[in-house]
């Protein structure tokens, strides 16, 4: 990151190694990824046997053919329900996940978040204006819950960072700005909820977050978007890194704060959005997973965005699994797990930043 030509070699290659993924992480992450999906896979109402649901997987190779033993209805089941859900999960968990680190980076606030900033409520407020009016009925070519989702997370956004610009530079008043403007978009939310009790309890299925509905459709719309936004930002880690510096330090390294900070102000709104607008208000994501990396691998941007997306999205997996058994055979809302793990994460991280807020 700060290398050049009068640098010694052996300093270029510890710095080198300090912005590199090492291959044991790379490793663990592949084991973990793989375990989480696979049991996912199997973890349900109808429990699936591993061996069959391995040779069916393995029947996608155009050159085996396997019988797997699996009937038709858990053929069905796994097709589609549970493999699109896990695909599901994993790209809410790493858009979330990788717009938490977004939001860290520019706002230099270990606790800025979706949630936190206000970009969730935003989203929220949005997609259910367009539940509400029925948009979608008069415009049935395009699903306009994204689109509404994403003003709404960007405005949101805009809005927390005007206030907290207006307000002081102290990191807190980011953070209270965030959680004022959240609180009066939610109320926002409620008023609308209120004044059409016909669809008030699809709206609150949808705002505590939830995987079950999850289908191809719902993959397909999230994927792209979450694929796009997290390039962006893998593109831009090295212009994260340099916003920890001064304005004057990181133009005369090359940076461009301004323009950094707007890109990945967009960015984060979309992620949140797109997220929000297919699984619903699902929190402490975009605190809890990039927080696990720095702690335990590493501070740059370079390490910090490509392992929030994996490990966000195999974190958001887990926790469905845990939604699915923990009242079994009903499921609670994956919601409601992240806040149970969430929040004495957030107090730990508040803690540990204490004296510094």
């Avoid at 989480?36 to 046997?49: C, K």
């Avoid at 900070?261 to 967009?266: A, F, G």
Wanted: glycine share 8%; with cysteine.
């Amino acid at each position: 990151m700060f290398m050049n030509e009068h640098s010694s070699p052996s300093l270029n290659i510890a710095v080198s190694k300090a912005f590199k993924i090492s291959y044991w992480v790379k490793i663990a992450a592949f084991f973990c990824v793989t375990i989480v999906f696979f049991s996912a896979l199997l973890i349900g109402v109808t429990p699936l046997r591993p061996d069959f649901v391995l040779f069916e997987l393995f029947n996608i190779i155009p050159v085996v053919k396997l019988n797997t033993g699996l009937s038709e209805l858990e053929v069905t089941i796994l097709w589609q329900w549970r493999i699109p859900r896990v695909i599901l999960g994993f790209f809410v968990g790493a858009s979330l996940a990788v717009a938490g680190a977004g939001f860290q980076g520019i706002f230099r606030n270990p606790l800025a978040d979706p949630f936190l900033l206000g970009s969730a409520a935003g989203a929220g407020l949005g997609a259910t204006f367009i539940l509400i009016s029925n948009a979608n009925f008069f415009v049935s070519s395009v699903d306009l819950i994204p689109i509404g989702a994403f003003f709404g997370a960007l405005g949101a956004t805009i809005m927390a960072t005007f206030i907290g610009r207006v307000a002081g530079s102290a990191p807190a008043t980011l953070l209270l700005a965030g959680v004022a403007t959240a609180s009066f978009l939610t109320a926002c939310q409620t008023y609308l909820m209120q004044r059409n009790l016909m669809t008030l309890q699809e709206i609150y299925g949808w705002l505590i977050g939830r995987l079950a509905t999850a289908g191809w459709s719902e993959v397909a719309l999230i994927a792209p978007y979450s694929l796009l936004c997290f390039f962006v930002l893998l593109l831009n880690r090295r212009q994260l890194d340099l916003l920890r510096l001064s304005e004057d330090e990181a133009i005369s390294l090359g940076g461009n704060p301004k323009r950094t900070r707007r890109l990945v102000i967009v960015t984060c709104a979309l992620l949140t959005a797109i997220a929000v607008s297919v699984s619903g208000l699902i929190a402490f994501v975009g605190i809890i997973v990039p927080h696990i990396v720095r702690l335990s691998i590493g501070y740059s941007y370079r390490i910090i965005i490509p392992l929030s997306f994996i490990l966000g999205g195999t974190f958001l997996v887990f926790t469905d699994i845990i939604a699915r058994v923990v009242i079994a055979p009903a499921e609670l809302p994956i919601g409601v797990i992240t806040a149970f793990l969430g929040a004495p994460f957030f107090a730990f991280i508040l803690i540990l930043t204490r004296g510094r807020l």
